[in-house]
């Protein structure tokens, strides 16, 4: 894990909270747009840090930690912040303050955790989020009491759906800072005796061995007892400068054996011995302190409502199917206006190039190569909008836990989880987010699988060769008098890629061996309406990340491109032979025709495949850049025009068919097409292996369902 | 013994414990959900695969196999 913030020496916060506890709203409101996601590839851990400026004098750095519902790990996510803490308790870059963001609707749970924060030595800022829900219920929280009992630098009630209680937010920072006051609660251990009694040794080795405080040596020897998942932190840290000696790790697991071992005897169920105390503690604290009034466990919430039809035994699962036809639908009649802009504006500019420069290798590349570059990037930009904006929505609305819920029988028979609904939908905008988002699902093999299986779905990437290809030959006409043939071809290509992606994980969980059993225990936060805020901004992280992620690739992907479509430079007078055949992109092409005919490519096609390994959509951009080429200096053609027309130079048959582009989309379907990805699964499932087994059974299924739709359709007489 | 896995919508029970070898139970507890705590079935998902708990202020779903393990002393409605 890296250190945080080391370059200046401003004071910096940890942002800590359960998930669905608002954490990120108020690191977004608090940060702005000033933040920075450490992000693939080299870094496994997605780390928001952002800057807050307090006030004329004072300016601090956010860390946002991952959502976690207690500092005894049980997921991937839920060990980052597990090590950072440990981290800290070593006096590694300890932060000056910790906000620990609690959901005043949902208050006991929260406080849990908040009540393991208290143990650190680290002030304590409590910010009480959700205050309009608990106004909403005609509730009431008794803000004094509560930091009395928690004895914890201040409590901030706020809402960061109405924007209220940042300003007081940062005040109470500010004071934090410059007083460094700590809690000082009462020990959750001071009753039970028999567990002093029994945890008395280990508490006695952390104390002499790294110097922990009182309370903080009495928390850590019950965390070590109670779960194997704490003791693993000490035993294997991956962090390297925190790596303690063979012989301290051997004392301290006798010492634990010994510990479980009397506590069992005396009736003590170890496993859950922590929770029960501190429970107890808060669950006595809450009711005696009049801190919450107690609401009834049976009012039924509107959410509850609204789950009687979005989670109905029948309607539910309809309904879902129904708002993915729907998203579908609307990117394709959404975007098609804004990537018509476009491609008009960059023809624009490519035609007024041409005429104000004088000709020659300059005019050329800035034509070719980086202006088709860039047009090649922005057109995508409208639809991959579009789908994170819908994602977000549905994500912002509490609906995508809802989807687990149901979805979480069929996905365990074909050997999922739940958890893998949520990561296999990222995987329509982009695999990469989503086999990132797969660290919420705790066991191991099921992660492994749902990350194997993401780049099987549709991504944004695969959408321009979708597009291009529908739009150039799949007739718009209408089916059954509602549905348009081109929008259904596409549903027909999310539903094989998705169909594909249930088949193979079948199969891979019955190869794949596990030991540990699959786990599922899911929130259902209320139902919320989205923020526009929070959608514009998820949708202008993502953009941005496309175009400078995506972009680059793709930008240098098209120079190179347009060198070796032009080089080497032959000097051939007969006309009908063009020059971009002895190129050393045409070599390539021609090279790996053979392959490829019985699928119904030629060379041109081969060189795009050959380029978008680097990245899918690299294939629109290759197409145009040969297309351009070949038309020679003078026009910028539309690419559409020019697959529709390009004729084979010697049978003079029109290269491309219904069925050519049918099989060049169902290639695209399934085919391994991303570098960024591998980067990605090699980080995720640090190895090698994984991300290999991925390439080949993906380029198998590539060739051979190309393959199978090309040779069958031609003998079934749909080849031209 | 009864489990929140008997339990139908809308009834509510207080949990008295845990199955021995459910690994599940240590999360669980950290969520607030120990014995002495009420717990109330809003829903079973569609082929009755998990089911829909309301425990504390909160919603949660858990597996059927794992609602069978979790121990209910008596139910209230």
Redesign the interface.
Known sequence: MQKSFEKDNRPWLALIGNPNSGKTAIFNLLTGLHQKVSNYPGITIEQKRGNVKINNELSIDLLDLPGT??L?P?SLDERIVAEQVLQWIHGNDRPAAIISVVDA?????NL?LTSQLLDLDIPVIIALNMMDLVKKNNETINIKALRKQFEVAAVVPMSALEKKGIQQLKNVISIAINKGKQSNHTQLLTKETKIREYLQPIKELFTKKFGYSERLAWAQSLRVI??QSAMSLYENPHEPSLQFEPEFIKKLSLLRENAIAKLEESGFPH??I???LR?HWLDDLLTKSDIKST?S??TITP??KA??IL????F??VIFVGILMFIFQSIFSWATLPMHLIDRGVGIVGEYLIASMAPGMFRELLVEGIVAGVGAILIFLPQILILVAFMSILEDLGYMSRV???M???M?RIGLH?RSVLPLMSGYACAIPGIMATRTIDSWKERLITILIIPLMSCSARLPVYVLMIGAFIPAIKVFGIFNLQGLTLVFMYFLGTGTAFVIARIFSKLIRSQS?S????????YRIPLARSIFHQVYLRGKQFVFNAGKIIMAVSIVLWFMASFPKTVNETTDVNPIHSSFAGKIGHAIEPIIKPLGFDWKLGVGLVTSFAAREVIVSTLATLYNVEEGIGNVVSLTEALQNDRDPVTGGLVYSPLVALSLMVFFVFAAQCMATFAIVKNETNSWKWPLIMILYMTGLAYFGSLIVFQGGTLLGFGI | MRSVGDMNSGEIGVISGFSDNMDLQSRLVEMGILPGVLIRVIKWAPWRGSVQLQVRDYHVSIRREDAENIYIKSILA
């Open positions: 519902y207690s005894t049980e609707s949902n208050l006991s749970r849990y109670t779960r496993r859950t922590e929770a029960t429970y609401k466990i049976s959410s509850e789950d009687r989670t109905h035994r029948f539910g699962p687990a819920f149901m979480d029988k069929f365990t739940g059993k786990t599922f225990v899911m929130e259902l936060p209320p």
